[in-house]
T-cell receptor, first 113, second 115 residues
Framework: LAKTTQPISMDSYEGQEVNITCSHN???????ITWYQQFPSQGPRFIIQ???TKVTNEVASLFIPADRKSSTLSLPRVSLSDTAVYYC??????????????FGGGTRLMVKP | GAVVSQHPSWVICKSGTSVKIECRSL??????MFWYRQFPKQSLMLMAT?????????EQGVEKDKFLINHASLTLSTLTVTSAHPEDSSFYIC???????????FGPGTRLTVT
């Protein structure tokens, strides 16, 4: 199973760019990488998903190197409301089982004024 | 985007009683629904996977006779915690996937407190 490893916590300040890296050394060929955001007492919210290279949407970018053994979620110009826990999940999205449903410890991001 | 709701958002029950939590997909048909449990300051733990019209598949260590899951329609799954005990107090979250997307859509969660 492709286990993920993330930093437990990160601190940042408003307006800064935040990069959260996730390691997934034994990612499989069919695996995609998905990032979720979770606020206290709420369900996770989908942020971004990718397979290789770079993916960008209106809230974040996802950088995936050629070997796909890691990925970096980039949040541009964070605000206080971005304080949350961020989870990286790796798995075969066409087979919704196993890894895609295994949440790691997540990264607790604290944005300070 | 697709919306998943849960009801109730919070519930307090006495030890020994049963409580039912509903998970609904509001604007799409959910072929598969998932139930998670999350304790304070911890990550989400998958409890079970349910497909419409069939029995749920439980993760190792989850008692299927205690956590009854019913997925009777393509828009509704229920989790019943039977004979609840204080250690069952947790945040229960459901998610769903549809027929046209592989994305998991999460509900807002239900806070269960057993006294």
């Amino acid at each position: 199973l492709a286990k993920t490893t993330q930093p437990i916590s990160m601190d940042s300040y408003e307006g800064q760019e935040v990069n959260i890296t996730c390691s997934h050394n034994n990612i499989a060929t069919n695996d995609y990488i998905t990032w979720y955001q979770q606020f206290p007492s709420q369900g996770p919210r989908f942020i971004i998903q990718g397979y290789k290279t770079k993916v960008t949407n209106e809230v974040a970018s996802l950088f995936i190197p050629a070997d796909r053994k890691s990925s970096t979620l980039s949040l541009p110009r964070v605000s206080l409301s971005d304080t949350a826990v961020y989870y990286c999940l790796v798995g075969d999205i066409e087979n919704n089982a196993g890894n895609m449903l295994t949440f790691g410890g997540g990264t607790r991001l604290m944005v300070k004024p | 985007g697709a919306v998943v709701s849960q009801h109730p958002s919070w519930v307090i029950c006495k030890s020994g009683t049963s409580v039912k939590i509903e998970c609904r997909s509001l604007d799409f048909q959910a072929t598969t629904m998932f139930w998670y449990r999350q304790f304070p300051k911890q990550s989400l733990m998958l409890m079970a996977t349910s497909n419409e019209g069939s029995k749920a598949t439980y993760e190792q260590g989850v008692e299927k006779d205690k956590f009854l899951i019913n997925h009777a329609s393509l828009t509704l799954s229920t989790l019943t915690v039977t004979s609840a005990h204080p250690e069952d107090s947790s945040f229960y979250i459901c998610s769903a996937t549809g027929t046209s997307s592989y994305e998991q859509y999460f509900g807002p969660g239900t806070r269960l407190t057993v006294t």
